[in-house]
């Protein structure tokens, strides 16, 4: 689903079965974030705070950490490349696996693969590249987009699906999960056997001895790595911890925080390619480290959205993301993690997406979940305030200057003539005033029953009885 519309007008028109289906399936994953935190840490607040530590001083010393995981890898066996941008990385993928004469890959769930638009680009090039997260297989199969980090086919329910696998060619109408993945399993088993490639993502890279650190609930990123002969691992640059042990902090939160879980199913550790020591594995693997704006983020005042682990909690717990999904941030990271990154991710074309800061409550309840612990209603002001220095303007339909709200607040006699006005608007359509501002305004949004007024004949009486 691919829209250009505003946040609010997309959650408008947003079918109620969509709705249903991401409101019921984030709110559970927030409760379960929550039973499962407070089961396993007396503190759990205190365990946030020491990972958003680790990650800040791993960000303060980027370029060190990278170095050394760099050279770990490479003395692992793997090779590594540095991609500057999503470009770069698409032709460093194809150039891998033209060298091997490869023209179909297997891939992991990935969000940086999503970020670069890797199976349009490979397809464009005569290679094909099949998902093998059950989520994101069935997100190709609709030519769609994942609609949250973790569970990209959250807005969708079993009929949509049965739909799609059997428009597929993938069987004849079936709603009964077990079937559904039973179908994907016997479709995409051929296909780990078919590729010559698998491209996998990395959750973490350890500095201290480069091993990468991978986790999936499907088992489907083995699958990737042990069928073929080439591997390759598609990285952000902020990916890197200092030590093994910093694993230990950041896969506990990582896995309570994303579905609940202790651990999640799979957590793999990948050393480099097969070797001696090492017998089983492929026998090429490739390392790429994307950097795609990450650079210009860690010099700026956004840096500390750099230590985000791709969890999914701040879309969970979000209302705005629980009403509007993820499709209406017109971006490939949703909700409030999206709404600070998905603008810088943009570079040039930033003013697209200075709206999607303004589609917050600033609650704080995004911070307040997040594992480690980034300020995040503070970075969306910040970049409320870059879109005002930049004299960036993109806001919905009519809506009203905020200098004229404050001249009705600060102007007793226009507030209390407003009341009265406010009481009479139960009586007259907004699209009958002949103000082309308010029937904009209007268009988007219906007003509710008037109950203010009250205040001051309360607030009179009070100081009449005392
Ligand atoms: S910003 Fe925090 S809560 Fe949101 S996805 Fe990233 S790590 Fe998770």
């Not at 091997?100 to 990935?110: C, E, F, G, P, R």
């Not at 490739?286 to 985000?308: M, P, Q």
């Amino acid at each position: 689903m691919k829209t250009k519309q505003p946040i609010d007008a997309f959650a408008r028109d947003l079918p109620p079965e969509i709705r249903e289906s991401v409101y019921v399936g984030s709110k559970a994953k927030y409760d379960k974030r929550l039973d499962s935190l407070t089961q396993s840490f007396a503190a759990p607040d205190d365990i946030r705070k020491l990972a958003g530590q680790i990650k800040q001083h791993t960000l303060e010393n980027l370029p060190e950490y990278l170095g050394s995981a760099i050279e770990k890898l490479e003395g692992n066996g793997a090779k590594v490349h540095y991609a500057k941008t999503g470009d770069d990385a698409n032709q460093i993928i194809l150039d891998i696996m033209r060298s091997v004469n490869a023209t179909k890959l297997i891939k992991s769930k990935s969000m940086v693969s999503e970020e670069i638009h890797l199976n349009k680009f490979l397809e464009k090039n005569g290679c094909e590249s099949i998902e093998s997260d059950l989520g994101e297989f069935i997100v190709q199969l609709d030519d769609d987009m994942p609609s949250h980090i973790v569970t990209p086919i959250v807005h969708k329910n079993r009929k949509q699906i049965a739909n799609t696998f059997e428009k597929a060619g993938l069987g004849d109408y079936n709603d009964d999960p077990q079937t559904i993945t039973r179908r994907a399993r016997s479709f995409l088993r051929n296909k780990y056997i078919e590729a010559e490639v698998g491209l996998t993502g990395g959750n973490f890279v350890s500095a201290e001895t480069g091993r990468i650190a991978l986790v999936t609930n499907e088992g489907n990123a083995r699958f990737c790595i042990s069928a073929n002969k080439t591997h390759i691992a598609l990285i952000g640059i902020e990916k890197v911890v200092p030590r093994d042990k910093d694993l230990a902090v950041l896969l506990n939160l990582l896995a309570r925080s994303a579905t609940g879980q202790q651990l999640t199913v799979y957590t793999q550790f990948i050393n480099g390619p097969k070797s001696e020591a090492q017998p089983d594995g492929p026998e090429n693997m490739h390392v790429i480290f994307l950097d795609n704006e990450r650079s210009n983020i860690l010099g700026s005042e956004f840096k500390e959205i750099l230590r985000c682990i791709r969890c999914g909690a701040c879309l969970n717990v979000c209302p705005i993301y629980r009403q509007s999904s993820g499709h209406a941030y017109r971006a490939v990271y949703p909700g409030p993690v999206g709404a600070v990154l998905s603008p810088l991710l943009a570079g040039k074309r930033y003013p697209e997406y200075a709206d999607l800061p303004k589609a917050s409550s600033l609650c704080g309840a995004c911070n307040e979940v997040c594992p480690v612990d980034i300020p995040l209603p503070e970075l969306l002001l910040r970049h409320r305030n870059k879109a005002k220095r930049e004299g960036i303007k993109k806001a919905s339909a009519g809506t009203p200057s905020m200098a004229g709200w404050s001249v009705l607040c600060s102007t007793p006699a226009m507030w209390k003539t407003s009341l009265r006005a406010g009481k009479a608007m139960d009586y007259i359509s907004l699209n009958l005033i002949p103000v082309p501002a308010v029937q904009a305004w209007a268009k988007e949004r219906s007003l509710p029953p008037f109950r203010g007024g009250k205040f001051r004949k309360w607030f009179k009486d009070r100081q009449k009885n005392k």
